[in-house]
Nanobody, 122 residues
Framework: QVQLVESGGGLVQAGGSLRLSCTASGRTISSSAVGWFRQTPGKEREFVTAIYWNGGATYVDAVKGRFTGSRDNAKNTVYLYMNSLKPEDTAVYFC????????????????WGPGAQVTVSS
């Protein structure tokens, strides 16, 4: 069993930056892809990025060029660097371990963390 916990959320002005961390416990995630999703009230959970075991990543178009995913396998942690933040990036951000299937589909993931709130003010 793996437990994931997100951290690093907060309030930032538009144009600012934040770094989210997703730290795993219970077992190593070094060989697993990890996805980041975000959700706002009343909406479906939205795919943001998937970070593969080798550090490669896939991004949704809305964040390409602004968000960067990385991982530190020694710390069993995956990061999401968010730059040039916009008010529409405001959401609760979740990380989860990829278990197979379509990468942007939330059903392809398991071991979801509790989420971290990111609020971008205009």
């Amino acid at each position: 069993q793996v437990q994931l916990v997100e951290s690093g959320g907060g309030l930032v002005q538009a144009g600012g930056s934040l770094r989210l961390s997703c730290t795993a416990s219970g077992r190593t995630i070094s060989s697993s892809a990890v996805g980041w999703f975000r959700q706002t009230p009343g909406k479906e959970r939205e795919f943001v990025t998937a970070i593969y075991w080798n550090g490669g990543a896939t991004y949704v178009d809305a964040v390409k060029g602004r968000f960067t995913g990385s991982r530190d396998n020694a710390k069993n942690t995956v990061y999401l660097y968010m730059n040039s933040l916009k008010p529409e990036d405001t959401a609760v951000y979740f990380c989860a371990v990829y278990r197979g299937g379509m990468v942007p589909d939330s059903k392809s993931y398991e071991y979801w963390g509790p989420g971290a709130q990111v609020t971008v003010s205009s």
